[in-house]
T-cell receptor, first 111, second 114 residues
């Protein structure tokens, strides 16, 4: 059974710092991996999608990597801003084409 | 057009009562998904619709949970005889087709069962 784990559960850093969020999964047989952002009272927003054949994807200050063989992905946020404060969720699309979700990392960027 | 909308945004109910949660997907989206997000846990898949049909109901936690979709648009998730463990945020998402990678999420309904 595919399980997705995100560490840490919460993170607080000063504005301007670069940071890394971690996601691990137990079964390497995945179609893709996505990173989402969740703001309080709002829906989830897809940030980056990495296909199983890819190693990384970039969007602006965000860079996501995927190491399928080791079951790991990282989301790198450069030059963090207070507006980056949110909960970041990782989800893998498993061999049954279902999305399996991590519990998220709550990120707070202090001005 | 407008995004996915859900109502109510918050619902407080007493144990044993029935509740109905509503989801309005993005116009033209044929696939609709329901998820449950409990405190401190990842999203839990409940059910998805392609058109008005639900090919996969495997995620529904018990027979107290049911969902329907009419006219290929609005969907309602009904929880009968609510229990305290049903307290969670219920999220709805839609996509153009079920196989499309990008799902667009609504803001969720926060359900509290007292």
């Amino acid at each position: 059974k595919q399980e997705v784990t995100q560490i840490p559960a919460a993170l607080s850093v000063p504005e301007g710092e670069n940071l890394v969020l971690n996601c691990s999964f137990t079964d390497s047989a995945i179609y893709n991996l996505q990173w989402f952002r969740q703001d309080p009272g709002k829906g989830l927003t897809s940030l980056l999608l990495i296909q199983s054949s890819q190693r990384e994807q970039t969007s602006g200050r965000l860079n996501a990597s995927l190491d399928k063989s080791s079951g790991r992905s990282t989301l790198y946020i450069a030059a963090s801003q207070p507006g980056d404060s949110a909960t970041y969720l990782c989800a893998v699309r498993d061999s049954n084409y279902q999305l399996i979700w991590g519990a998220g990392t709550k990120l707070i960027i202090k001005p | 057009g407008a995004g996915v909308s859900q109502s109510p945004s918050n619902k407080v109910t007493e144990k044993g009562k029935d509740v109905e949660l509503r989801c309005d997907p993005i116009s033209g989206h044929t696939a609709l998904y329901w998820y449950r997000q409990s405190l401190g846990q990842g999203l839990e898949f409940l059910i998805y619709f392609q058109g008005n049909s639900a090919p996969d109901k495997s995620g529904l936690p018990s027979d107290r949970f049911s969902a329907e979709r009419t006219g290929g648009s609005v969907s309602t998730l009904t929880i009968q005889r609510t229990q305290q463990e049903d307290s969670a945020v219920y999220l709805c998402a839609s996509s153009f087709w079920a196989s499309q990678e990008t799902q667009y999420f609504g803001p969720g309904t926060r359900l509290l069962v007292l």
